[in-house]
């Protein structure tokens, strides 16, 4: 087979983004606090730019009045507190020391621990050798964040074989992972839900409905999951109010028993920052958007001006370097700056269709008054393509004289092609059917669909069924209570 070389031409398009655009893209996905940062961050890195001073009238007031400004830093803590009764004991104590001594101030610190740090520390109520110290923090470090062991005890007898070299009888491992199973809280060492309930059920005071729970538990937990009350009831051979009371006790326990320490503590630090503030004129119907700017403004520092870049005649090579540099973080800067306002051009723009197509739901914070809307709709009133509208959207949070909202609450479809009813206004009302069934008989996906259509809301089964697990509910063979 002869080979032959051949030189061929081929012309294609394609499209490519600049560097600009594709920083211009990353910062517009950004939220406010991000963005502070990134402003922050080039702030230090570029010295062409600088903070727009726009408070010399406020400096200028604030030092011609520093002259009468007396409190001491003692005075400006205690003016921290409501009253006097709020004020810690320690801050009224007289300090009768020299100036040379040492005072030490209280200071408050997080004393909570993690769901490991409690489970260890624990331990040492118990008489364990190293080895067997060893074996249990080995243990402890294969939990998750809600408690259950996340791997066979055998595996991990293995581990501490090969890994630790503690190389521990299997029957040894398995005592030492009952006593970790015996820590607080309750439920943790589990390897799956049902062992969790059985652990916490254990730890109960004994009585007949805590022996019933724990029947339920250990022998019907399919049925439980399945909510077969009656199926349970006759093979229990056990009355309707024990039942009840059964039932009562296992919705009482915690499926997540690492949660208590590892869960609350991020939930307490999670808030969120508002991006746009939306206020109503009650009286003219007047709706005024806020961009909730809190970005500094940023300009070219003077040192780093055009002049500065002109070189004489005979520059030497450290000249041109210098002014070559100072071409580049000039041309760095002005990027930068036009980038941050070519993404508060968008987002405002963005904003502002979505409160011109939302304008109901604005004047009433009336989720069910929330129409059709999709990227497309934003696309036609502000000219910018779906992915920046998209961008321009995510994580991103209005805040309203109710509460705040995030912005993709108001992006949804049409359930018909020909229809104007909003998927959030079939939402609110199947949420009212539901909460309002009968708890004893919950209605099947058919009859809700009935009522729906009944109200005047031309609806599919299917998409009944999948609103309804879009609002957390399950079947109604799953929704029915004990009566």
């Known amino acids: 087979m002869e080979e032959s070389l051949k030189l061929s031409t081929e012309q294609k398009l394609q499209q490519r983004l600049t560097p600009l655009q594709v920083q211009f ?3 517009l996905e950004m939220t406010g606090p991000e963005v502070e940062e990134e402003v922050r961050q080039a702030l230090d890195e570029n010295p062409a730019l600088e903070l727009i001073d726009s408070n010399e009238h406020d ?10 400004f007396n409190e001491s830093a003692e005075e400006i803590q205690l003016a921290d507190y409501r009253n006097e009764d709020e004020i810690p004991s320690y801050r009224l104590e007289a300090r009768n020391h020299s100036a040379d001594d040492k005072y030490y101030e209280p200071i408050a610190v997080d ?23 060893a074996i249990a923090h080995y243990i402890i470090g294969n939990l998750d964040d809600n408690g259950y062991l996340t791997r066979d005890i055998t595996d991990i007898n293995d581990d501490l074989a090969f890994n630790v070299g503690i190389d521990a009888p299997l029957s040894h491992t398995k005592k030492i992972f009952e006593i970790v199973r015996s820590l607080e809280p309750a439920g943790v060492g589990a390897v799956d839900l049902r062992d969790c309930l059985l652990l916490q059920l254990k730890r109960k005071k004994h009585s007949r409905i805590i022996d019933i729970a ?36 296992i919705t009482s326990l915690n499926p997540k028993p690492g949660s208590i320490l590892t869960g609350d503590i991020s939930d307490r630090t999670r808030h969120i920052i508002p991006d746009f503030s939306v206020e109503v004129d009650n009286d003219n119907g007047n709706i005024t958007l806020t961009l909730l700017n809190r970005i500094p403004e940023l300009q070219i520092e003077k040192t780093f001006s055009e002049n500065a870049c002109e070189l004489p005649v005979n520059a030497t090579r450290s000249q041109r370097e210098a002014a070559t540099f100072i071409k580049q973080k000039r041309d760095e800067a002005n990027g930068f700056i036009k980038i941050l306002k070519m993404r508060q051009e968008t987002l405002y723009r963005v904003m502002q269709a979505i409160v011109k ?51 993709k609450l108001f992006f949804n479809e049409r359930p018909k092609e020909d229809d104007d009813t909003s998927s959030h206004e079939i939402l609110a009302a199947l949420k009212e059917i539901i909460s309002n069934e009968n708890k004893n008989k919950p209605l099947s996906d058919e009859a809700i669909t009935g009522i729906l259509v009944e109200k005047g809301y031309d609806i599919a089964r299917r998409t009944v069924a999948k609103y309804r697990e879009k609002l957390g509910f399950p079947v109604a063979r799953l929704r029915k209570e004990l009566q």
């Open 111 to 133: 004393s909570s621990d993690t769901l490991i740090e409690s489970l260890n520390s624990q331990l040492m109520d118990f008489d364990l050798d190293d080895n067997e110290l």
């Open 357 to 407: 197509l939302q304008r109901d739901f604005f004047l009433s914070d009336d989720e069910s008054k929330i129409r059709p809307m999709i990227l497309k709709d934003i696309s036609v009133l502000t000219g910018h393509d779906l992915s920046v509208i998209s961008r321009a959207t995510a994580g991103k949070y209005v805040m309203t004289q109710r509460g705040i909202y995030p912005i």
């Open 214 to 249: 724990a029947d339920i538990i250990d022998n019907y937990f399919d049925l439980f999951s399945k909510m077969h009350y009656d199926r349970m009831r006759n093979l229990l051979g056990i009355t309707l109010d024990e039942l009840k009371h059964a039932m009562a006790v």
């Open 25 to 27: 893209v990353k910062m």
């Open 59 to 68: 400096n200028n007031l604030t030092e011609d009045s520093s002259e009468t």
